[in-house]
């Protein structure tokens, strides 16, 4: 038996990170807990460092899921796993697609490079997002969202 999550299991651990409004918690669970994750970028809102389960859920995955509607369908397909098994590190390359809030489609390409430890769970990520896009929808929502609050402020 391989000392770390085969093929089959990293696209699992993945896929299970797409679905609906608790597919970030289920991806979270498969992170150690003092996990390090780095998203690799310069100029983009997701950019930067995260430490530990808890940061990676309420940071990152709270800015994502302010700006996707997880109350739609979205889906994950994951195109390709290099590594795993006997080797800790695997390179996973996936698709997102579902909905933001502001009503547009989601579609986006992605890689990361994770490390497991013997227990399985992932101790390192580095995540290589396409920042242009993560940018556009952002500002797409922010401008959706700062419409809803002016509407919502006339009408009281």
């Known amino acids: 038996m391989s000392p770390y999550p085969s093929v089959y299991q990293i696209e699992e651990i993945f896929q299970d990170g797409g679905g609906g409004p ?25 950019a930067g460092d995260t430490h530990g389960q808890d940061d990676i859920k309420d940071n990152h995955f709270g800015f994502l899921k302010e700006m996707l509607d997880f109350s739609k369908p979205n889906k994950v397909d994951v195109l390709r796993v290099i590594g795993g098994g006997e080797s800790p590190w695997a390179c996973v390359e996936l698709v997102f697609n579902g909905k933001s809030k502001a009503g547009k489609d989601f579609h986006h390409e992605c890689c990361f490079v994770v490390r497991f430890n013997s227990a399985g769970k992932i101790t390192k990520v580095r995540a290589y997002y396409d920042s242009a896009h993560i940018d556009d929808h952002a500002k797409v929502h922010h401008e959706h969202k700062s419409k809803n609050e002016t509407n919502d402020t006339v009408a009281e």
Do not use: I, Y
């Open 22 to 46: 608790e597919a970030p918690d289920t991806f979270v669970s498969h992170l150690d807990p003092k996990v390090q994750m780095t998203v690799v970028g310069h100029d983009h809102q997701t």
